[in-house]
């Protein structure tokens, strides 16, 4: 029996490419603001069932670099997603929805989120990183924008 990628797996393909990551962590009450310069690349894993999503950055003067499979469960109705990286590993249950006219890509695992708006052309996306805080509240931690390499 082979089994076809669906239209959960086919809305993945707005992901894919390489992007130029720039952007801003927010100044906490122990660290500074710091610049993000990144490239994060997607790229579809055999079958077309799942991205490969890997990070090259720079985070003030820390190098970060991981991997990270993307892909669609039924038991969740959710994408999941599973990262390792330099900065540690992490989980995540995800969506990609069309949110008034806007596609959308959200994200959160146990202690943070992000959601991010694609422009019209799906070139762009400007998003928000944040975080739980000891208090069990969602704090603003990163701002970013990601550019599709089109050349």
Do not use: C
């Not at 500074?32 to 055999?46: G, H, K, N, Q």
């Not at 950055?57 to 991981?66: F, N, Q, T, Y």
């Not at 806007?102 to 146990?110: A, E, T, Y």
């Amino acid at each position: 029996m082979t089994h076809e990628p669906g239209p959960t797996e086919t809305r993945l393909a707005a992901l894919v490419g390489r992007w130029q990551t720039q952007g801003r962590t927010r100044e906490g009450a122990d660290s500074p603001s710091a610049a993000i310069d990144a490239v994060d690349t997607y790229e579809w894993l055999p079958g077309r069932f799942a991205l490969l999503h890997t990070v090259d950055a720079r985070v003030g003067e820390k190098h970060v670099e991981g991997a990270e499979i993307i892909g669609w469960d039924p038991a969740h109705d959710a994408y999941v997603t599973q990262y390792f990286g330099s900065d540690g590993p992490n989980a995540y249950e995800a969506s990609l929805a069309d949110e008034g006219g806007v596609l959308v890509w959200s994200m959160r695992s146990q202690t943070d989120r992000f959601t991010g708006r694609f422009s019209a052309d799906g070139n762009t996306v400007t998003g928000r990183w944040e975080q739980l805080d000891d208090q069990k509240t969602w704090q603003p931690w990163m701002d970013v924008t990601l550019t599709r390499d089109t050349s």
